[in-house]
Nanobody, 126 residues
Framework: QVQLVESGGGLVQAGGSLRLSCVLS????????MGWFRQAPGKEREFVAA??????????RYADSVKDRFTISRDNAKNTVYLQMNSPKPDDTAVYYC?????????????????WGQGAQVTVSS
């Protein structure tokens, strides 16, 4: 019933910009948190950014590695969450996954999320 689809991935040069989108379709919740995670080959999945159901400035969290470079936002009318990647680095290369959880607050732990997208590859060249 619930499906999350990422888009916007691809190849980008270091110092450029890229915007990922994730659309939640099918059965939706009136209140749900969403987040972005990433996984590089041979590495564990790691937290990138998260946002609560309202999406205000105070309701967003970032990993230290991406803070001040990435921005998470959402448009509930479109059931979409975004990840704006500015000044990406080669170390940002990974498969990026969006996730959704029926929750009112910010969720930063992967195990708490119930729904996941299939991932979008982001490759940053130097």
């Amino acid at each position: 019933q619930v499906q999350l689809v990422e888009s916007g991935g691809g190849l980008v040069q270091a110092g450029g910009s890229l915007r990922l989108s994730c659309v939640l379709s099918g059965r939706t919740f009136s209140s749900y948190a969403m987040g972005w995670f990433r996984q590089a080959p041979g590495k564990e999945r790691e937290f990138v950014a998260a946002i609560d159901w309202r999406g205000g400035m105070a309701s967003r969290r970032y990993a230290d590695s991406v803070k001040d470079r990435f921005t998470i936002s959402r448009d509930n009318a479109k059931n979409t969450v975004y990840l704006q990647m500015n000044s990406p680095k080669p170390d940002d290369t990974a498969v990026y996954y969006c996730a959704a959880d029926q929750s009112w607050g910010v969720v930063t732990t992967a195990k708490e999320y119930d729904y996941w997208g299939q991932g979008a590859q982001v490759t940053v060249s130097s």
